[in-house]
């Protein structure tokens, strides 16, 4: 094994003699470890230890080869970028040829990180991944710099959700002869990096601001989630990107767009247990996507503090839909249909 992978609680087989250590006490600053032997029946520890003992440093660690890391990887700590190194604790580790523009993530034992190369594109980034036990470099995908982290989901920092969203500017003429600069789509995404060692990724075909983007957890199955992207332009019948007249919201579960929404500003989104499911809201209208609900009201701005939707009643032409606050106070969106006049809607 490698000195540096040495840390308390790890266990180790001695090529020498074939006998098992546990790792009962680990100076990391200076690569010295003092292991007991472990009493083996069955191929199994029982829990005992033996009178053997021995001293693991950086020139016997190739004697060891680990058999078991009972001990979950702590987050990195220390770890700075400087003129595009790679630093730990005022000292440099060896990057090659690999220039670092800046940290992303940090997951158990692992760093996530933009980098440059010779022959990576202007305007892109290697997203890159260190795995420090193992002094390992390992890249992961090619995005465009704008990459950002949007929230760490699931338990600790296992899974970091990223999104991207690039555009290219460009100057064409027009049939009159005047030049102007158009933008054009580029590609856009997003990626979830799971414990260092995985990414998923989910392409999306329009840009959307990162700054405004958000993620919400799905409470009922750890590590899923729903990321709301709000999309700002829009491509006209030549292919460039023109304003949308209206704020439209993309809706994905991490893999796919499951539904889009067109709202000005900003929106929240509320989970509802009862009707398992996100509740979209702004301050003139909320969206049921679960129930295929749609309601626009100023009166939606009465519901603050109110985020929880615990009940829905459909009868005669009407909807009530009970939310409740943390204390079980509860007020009650009434929308009515009516022949005459619309929709009435009413807070009780």
Not at 167 to 178: H, L, R, S, W, Y
Request: glycine share 8%; aromatic share 10%; with cysteine.
């Amino acid at each position: 094994m490698r000195i540096n992978r040495l840390r308390e609680g790890l266990e180790v087989a001695n090529k020498l003699d074939g006998k098992w250590y546990k790792v009962t006490n680990a100076d990391t600053i200076d690569g010295v470890g003092s292991a007991k032997e472990m009493i083996i029946e069955d191929g199994r520890w029982t829990g005992e230890f033996g009178d053997g003992k021995v001293l693991i440093t950086e020139k016997n660690a190739l004697a060891f080869r680990i058999v078991n890391d009972p001990k979950p990887y702590p987050i990195p700590e220390g770890y700075f970028i400087e003129a595009g190194k790679l630093m730990k604790d005022g000292k440099e580790i060896e990057t090659g040829e690999l220039r670092f523009v800046r940290f992303l993530a940090v997951q158990p034992d692992f760093l996530i990180l933009a980098a440059e190369k010779k022959g990576t594109k202007e305007g892109m980034v290697e997203l890159m991944s260190y795995q420090v036990s193992r002094d390992r470099f390992l890249r992961m995908h090619t995005v465009p710099e704008t990459v950002k982290l949007l929230k760490y989901v699931g338990e600790g920092n296992e899974r970091a959700v990223l999104g991207y969203s690039a555009v290219t500017e460009k100057e064409v003429t027009d049939e009159g002869g005047n030049k102007k600069t158009v933008r054009v789509f580029d590609q856009a995404g997003l990626l979830t990096v799971i414990e260092g060692k995985r990414l998923h990724c989910c392409r999306l075909e329009s840009p959307f601001v990162v700054e405004d983007a958000f993620v919400k957890e799905v409470p009922s199955i750890n590590g899923h989630f729903e990321a709301f992207l709000p999309v700002d332009e829009e491509e006209d019948e030549d292919g460039y990107l023109v304003s949308r007249k209206t704020r439209m919201w993309m809706r994905t579960d991490g893999g796919n767009v499951v539904s889009d929404l067109e709202a000005d500003g900003k929106i929240r989104a509320d989970w509802s247990f009862a009707y398992n499911g996100f509740v979209i809201r702004t301050n003139d209208m909320i969206v049921i996507p679960t129930e295929d609900i749609k309601i626009t009201s100023a009166k939606v701005a009465e519901l603050d503090g109110y985020d929880t939707l615990i009940d829905i009643t459909k009868e005669n032409y009407e909807y009530r839909l009970t939310f409740s606050n943390g204390k079980y106070e509860f007020k009650i969106l009434v929308s009515k249909s009516t022949r005459d006049r619309g929709y009435i809607v009413t807070v009780d």
